[in-house]
C-alpha cells in the first residue's frame, strides 16, 4: 500500500488552515444537526478521505450512537449503536486514543456498514473535552491507504476543536431546554387560589443539562393548597423525565383526596417501580388558610423555612423518613404545625445551601437569618438567590415561598362575572367571616347566601361575554354586610326550578335588600353574629 500523493501535510501552515476551518466562529449558529454535518464536511476535505462520522456516547456513557456521517450515511439512517469497547468506534472511545485500521477486510469490525459500503481504511480519534470523553470521530478511504502520524494527528487537533463547538452547541441547547422547563415549572393558572402571594425561582446547574429539582403549587379543595419541592437525582432528560412523572402523580393522587401521608406513600411506590435512576426527595406541605394550619411530609428533603407574622424564621422540624423510590417499605406520615394568617413558608432544593467544603449547618444558618423579618416574597427569593448562591453553581436550585396574608378589615374585590370565580369567592369570604369571629354555622349561613347573590350576578345579569361584578363586605359591632354589585340587568330566571335563589337568600340573613338601577343591580346582605348579641 501506498501513501497517496496529495495526503496533506502536517505544517504549521495546513494545521492552522485546518483549526480556522473546524473552529469558524459561523459555525455557532447553527443548528446541531447542521453544525456536525459541517463539521464532516470540513474534516473530509482537511485530509482528503471519502467517509467521516461522529458518533456520541449517551448519558450512561455505554452506547456510541451514530448522530452525523459524509459518505456512510446509513450509520445514522440505521440508527447504529456501538458499546463501548467493542469494535473500531468503541476501543477508541474505552482507550481515549486514536487507531488506524490498515485492511478493514482483515480487522475487528462491528459495524457491517463499513464493509458494505467498501471502505478499506480507516482513522479514528476520540472527542474529548477537559478529559472526559464525548464520542468518537473517524474518516475513512475507499482505496488502500495508510494514514501517517500527521494525519492521525491532524484528525486528533481538528477533533479536539470539534469537541469543544459540540460541547458548547449541547450546553446551548441545553440551556433552551432548561429555560423552557422553568417557565413549565413555574405556575401560571392560580385561579382557586385568590389571595395567595407566591414567589418562585428556579437556576439550572452551571454547565450541566437538564435537572431533576422541582416545586409545584396547586389547590386540593376546601380552600387548601399544595405547596411542594423536590429533587430527582442526577441531571439531563431522564432526571427531568422523572420529575415531570413525579408531579403528574403527585398531583393526581392529591386532589383525589388522600391524606398526605398517603399521597406520599403512593407516589414512593411509583418511584420504586420506575427505577433508582428516579429516586428523589420531597417536601409535601398542605395549607388550610381558613383554620391557619399545614401539614407536612418530608421524604428526605432539606426542612422547610416558616416565618411567622412577626418576622421569626424557624425550620419546621420533623422526625426524617428517607427519598422516594429508595424502599418500598417506607411509610410516610404528615405532621400539622400552626400557619397563622400572615406566616410564610419557603421550600427550597440543596443547591441553595450546599457550598463546597463546609457543613450544611453553616448553610441552613445563613438561609435562617437571610429569611427573617422577609417583606414580600418576591424581594425574599431574589435576596436568596443573590446572598446563597455562588457564581458557578454545582447543582440546580428551585425556590418556592407562599403565604396568605391576613384577611382585611374590609373587603372590596372586583371578580369575573364566571362560574369559575365561584370556589375564589369562598375562600376569601370564609377566611374573612373566621377573622370576624363567625360561628361553623354562622359561617355556612353567610357564604351560601353569597354564594347565590354572586351566582345571580353571574349567571344573570349579563349577555355572553366578559363581564366583572363587585362584592364588598364589612363589619361593624358584629353586624355582617355585604354587597354584591353588577352593572347589568338581571334576565328572568330559565326553568320552572330556577329563581329561588332570594327565597334562599332571606331564610339564611336577617335581611336581603335587592337594588336595581340603570347602573346595575346591588343585593345587600346583613346578619348579627351571635358573638354580639350575648
Given amino acids: 500500500m501506498t501513501q497517496p500523493a496529495d495526503s496533506p501535510l502536517a505544517t504549521n501552515g495546513r494545521v492552522l488552515e ?205 380552600g387548601r393548597i399544595v405547596v411542594a419541592a423536590g429533587d430527582v437525582v442526577g441531571h439531563g432528560i431522564e432526571a427531568a423525565g422523572a420529575m415531570a412523572q413525579l408531579r403528574t402523580a403527585l398531583r393526581a393522587y392529591a386532589v383525589d383526596g388522600h391524606p398526605p401521608g398517603a399521597v406520599v406513600d403512593r407516589v414512593n411506590r411509583l418511584n420504586c417501580e420506575l427505577g433508582p435512576s428516579s429516586m428523589t426527595t420531597l417536601a409535601y406541605a398542605v395549607i388550610d388558610p381558613e383554620m391557619e394550619r399545614l401539614e407536612l411530609v418530608n421524604a428526605g428533603h432539606p426542612p422547610p423555612v416558616v416565618v411567622n407574622p412577626e418576622g421569626a424564621a424557624t425550620y419546621l422540624a420533623q422526625q426524617g423518613s428517607i427519598p422516594l423510590g429508595a424502599s418500598e417499605l417506607a411509610r410516610y406520615r404528615g405532621e400539622t404545625h400552626p400557619f397563622p394568617s400572615g406566616s410564610a413558608i419557603v421550600l427550597y432544593t440543596d443547591g441553595l445551601i450546599e457550598r463546597r467544603g463546609e457543613s450544611i449547618e453553616a448553610g441552613l444558618e445563613r438561609l435562617q437569618a437571610l429569611s427573617a423579618g422577609a417583606g414580600d416574597l418576591e424581594s425574599l427569593c431574589a435576596l436568596l438567590v443573590d446572598e446563597l448562591m455562588e457564581e458557578t453553581r454545582a447543582d440546580d436550585v428551585a425556590i418556592i415561598a407562599a403565604r396568605f396574608p391576613p384577611p382585611p378589615e374590609r373587603l372590596a374585590e372586583t371578580w369575573p362575572a364566571e362560574r369559575a370565580a365561584l370556589a375564589g369567592i369562598r375562600l376569601v369570604l370564609r377566611r374573612w367571616l373566621r377573622a370576624q369571629g363567625a360561628s361553623d354555622d354562622e359561617l355556612y349561613d353567610i357564604v351560601v347566601a353569597c354564594q347565590e347573590a354572586c351566582a345571580n350576578a353571574v349567571e344573570h345579569a349579563y349577555p355572553p361575554g366578559r363581564r366583572t361584578f363587585e362584592l364588598e363586605a364589612s363589619c361593624d359591632d358584629g353586624r355582617v354586610r355585604i354587597a354584591v354589585r353588577d352593572a347589568g340587568t338581571w334576565r328572568p330566571p330559565r326553568g320552572s326550578d330556577r329563581g329561588r335563589g332570594l327565597v334562599l337568600m332571606r331564610g339564611l340573613m336577617d335581611s336581603v335588600d335587592v337594588a336595581n338601577s340603570e347602573a346595575g343591580t346591588v343585593v345587600v346582605l346583613e346578619r348579627l353574629l351571635q358573638r354580639s348579641s350575648t
Avoid at 462520522?53 to 449517551?58: F, G, R, S
Avoid at 459495524?111 to 470521530?137: A, F, H, M, Y
Fill in 18 to 222: 485546518a483549526l480556522q476551518l473546524v473552529a469558524d466562529a459561523a459555525l455557532a449558529h447553527l443548528s446541531d444537526d447542521e453544525l456536525l454535518n459541517e463539521l464532516l464536511l470540513r474534516i473530509t476535505e482537511i485530509l482528503h478521505t471519502d467517509t467521516a462520522a461522529i458518533l456520541l456516547l449517551d448519558e450512561r456513557g455505554e452506547l456510541l450512537h451514530a448522530r452525523a456521517a459524509r459518505g456512510i450515511e446509513e450509520e445514522v439512517e440505521r440508527g447504529v449503536k456501538i458499546p463501548v469497547g467493542k469494535g473500531f468506534a468503541g476501543r477508541i472511545a474505552a482507550e481515549r486514543r486514536a487507531i488506524t485500521i490498515e485492511d478493514v477486510d482483515h480487522a475487528d469490525i462491528l459495524n457491517p456498514i463499513l464493509r458494505e459500503k467498501g471502505i478499506r481504511s480507516l482513522l479514528g480519534v476520540p472527542l474529548l473535552v477537559e478529559g472526559r470523553v464525548l464520542g468518537v470521530l473517524h474518516v475513512g478511504s475507499l482505496v488502500p491507504r495508510i494514514f501517517t502520524p500527521d494525519d492521525r494527528d491532524l484528525l486528533q487537533l481538528a477533533a479536539d476543536r470539534a469537541a469543544l463547538a459540540i460541547q458548547q452547541a449541547f450546553v446551548h441547547q441545553q440551556r433552551r431546554l432548561a429555560e423552557t422547563m422553568q417557565r413549565r415549572l413555574l405556575p401560571t393558572n392560580l385561579q382557586g387560589l385568590p389571595g395567595l402571594e407566591l414567589a418562585t425561582r428556579y437556576l439550572p446547574a452551571s454547565g450541566e443539562s437538564l435537572g431533576g429539582d422541582w416545586y409545584d403549587v396547586f389547590p386540593i379543595g376546601g
